[in-house]
């Protein structure tokens, strides 16, 4: 079975902190995506990422950065924290080499983010 | 994405077929049908996906109409734990939009 693993399920910062928030994949997916997802907005794409080193922007990137400096890890970085940026946010990941191809998306638990 | 639309909530007794369908009648001819759901604060969970001929697998069917304009995802027997929110997404390149999805109570 695909695991997706986030870093922590919980966690509370304060404004203007700098957040990393991981995912490790145990699948040797090349494809990586972090979502956030809040009430009434469904889920949003903020990167994505198609391989080491690589990251495209998604829907809401402003805010956020990412780092993927082995094919297993994806992290997600608020460089100053606002409250905002209070939500769900989704690891996911997928097995496609082509970015412009859709496969199936394996997604990770969750880390509710709390920003006071 | 082609746009999906599906109904904001079902219920469905424990054991019983639950039946949910989408439309998506904007789908063009080399789109995927996906379905996910998501359980109370888990992340979504891939169920099924097709193209144009029905599929199944261990969790679910997949029904799509002969002109590609609907589907129906059917879960056989439905338990208490298939309570969650139900997401057809018709995605192009890799991209994954979530709408509302469809509430499924699953009751005793």
């Known amino acids: 079975d695909v695991k997706v693993t986030q870093s922590s399920r919980y966690l509370v910062k304060r404004t203007g902190e700098k957040v990393f928030l991981e995912c490790v994949q145990d699948m040797d997916h090349e494809n990586m995506f972090w979502y956030r997802q809040d009430p009434g907005l469904g889920l949003r794409l903020i990167y994505f990422s198609y391989d080491v080193k690589m990251k495209e922007k998604g829907d809401i990137p402003e805010g956020y950065s990412v780092s993927r400096e082995k094919k297993e890890r994806f992290s997600l970085i608020l460089e100053s924290a606002s409250t905002n940026q209070t939500s769900m946010y989704l690891c996911?990941?997928?097995?496609?080499?082509?970015?412009?191809?859709?496969?199936?998306?394996?997604f990770g638990p969750g880390t509710r983010l709390t920003v006071l | 994405d082609a746009k999906t639309t599906q109904p904001t909530s079902m219920d469905c007794a424990e054991g019983r077929a639950a039946n949910l369908p989408c439309n998506h009648s904007?789908?063009?001819?080399?789109?995927?049908v996906y379905w996910y759901r998501q359980i109370h604060s888990q992340g979504p969970q891939y169920i099924i996906h097709?193209?144009?001929n029905n599929e199944t697998n261990e969790m679910a069917s997949l029904i799509i109409t002969e002109d590609r304009k609907s589907s129906t995802l059917i879960l056989p027997h439905a338990t208490l734990r298939d309570t969650a929110v139900y997401y057809c997404?018709?995605?192009?390149?890799?991209?994954?939009?979530f709408g509302a999805g469809t509430r499924l109570a699953v009751h005793p």
């Open positions: 097709g193209l144009k």
């Open positions: 996911a990941s997928s097995p496609v080499v082509r970015p412009l191809d859709t496969d199936t998306q394996y």
């Open positions: 997404i018709a995605p192009r390149y890799n991209k994954l939009i």
């Open positions: 904007t789908i063009s001819g080399n789109e995927y």
